[in-house]
């Protein structure tokens, strides 16, 4: 099941399946008892994030070619860092800079997103994926300046300005992804790709993220995990790509769908 969250035309927020011809039908249900479809249809205003997630966690150079563009050693244990909820942002709104220069240096990040859909502790490698709710998308905008230079060696502060954290456009049940470590996974930048590569790429799969994250740690149901973003950012072009005003970021995961938002400028 692809699951949409969405304001309605007569402002309401309600999960929702999207047909083809762009009309919806109501689902009834949430993460723990899961999603039930309604003969109500509604018209959809704005795609929001597909979930209000408790929690963002990311992890840093997790895909073998971008530790290697990045200039860094492979890591022998999972980055781990923290989104703050201000940060997410849905499918039709914008990446907003930072104003007033605080910020030259904001980069893409194209992201498989896990789903965490009940209370997990202690999960081993071969149960883990029995705590997934689903996938979706992610935009893991990063400002390197405030990661790597006035960030004081933690990544938190420069990934999680407001709209740092695009996630969607639809939550998709794990049934449909029965191996979320073979997918393909994308960034378009204007049109143009410029990060396209497979999440078998990894260098702690899903199921091993899991297990080491919940290890005497309850990963709380509605937490979501960034699990890295193969080579192809911005910062490792010659001269580096950084994203400015009136850029498309398209980032697509096979079996999810493409997450489109457009850079502005903070006001
Ligand atoms: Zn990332």
Redesign the pocket.
């Known amino acids: 099941m692809k699951i949409t969250r969405c304001r309605t035309a007569d402002d309401q927020i309600v999960y929702a399946s999207i047909d083809a011809d762009g009309t919806a039908s109501v689902l009834e249900g949430d993460l723990a008892s899961g999603f039930r479809a309604t003969e109500r249809r509604v018209g959809v205003a704005q795609r929001l994030a597909p979930l209000e997630p408790r929690q963002v966690i990311?992890i840093?150079l997790n895909y073998k070619r971008h530790a290697a563009e990045s200039g860094m050693t492979p890591p022998g244990y999972p980055v781990v860092f923290h989104k703050t909820l201000n940060s997410v942002q849905g499918p039709d709104g914008p990446i907003v800079l930072p104003r007033g220069g605080r910020c030259q240096k904001t980069d893409y990040?194209c992201?498989l997103a896990i789903v965490i859909g009940r209370d997990c502790k202690d999960a081993t490698p071969n149960r883990a994926l029995e705590y997934v709710f689903g996938y979706t998308c992610a935009n893991?905008v990063?400002s390197r300046e405030w990661q790597l230079e006035r960030g004081g060696g933690q990544w938190s502060y420069g990934k999680s300005f407001d709209t740092f954290c695009p996630l969607g456009p639809v939550l998709v049940t794990r049934d449909e992804i029965p191996d979320p470590n073979a997918l393909r996974i994308s960034t378009k930048l204007n049109g143009k790709l410029v990060q396209d590569w497979r999440t078998d790429d990894m260098i702690f799969n899903v199921r091993e993220l899991i297990a080491f994250l919940s290890a005497n740690t309850t990963l709380l149901a509605g937490t979501v995990i960034?699990t890295?973003?193969p080579h192809g950012v911005g910062m490792a072009h010659d001269p580096p790509r950084w994203l400015r005003p009136g850029d498309e970021v398209i980032v697509a995961v096979e079996g999810i769908g493409e997450l489109r938002n457009v850079v502005v400028e903070g006001e």
């Open positions: 990311g840093g990040e992201e893991d990063s960034l890295g973003t």
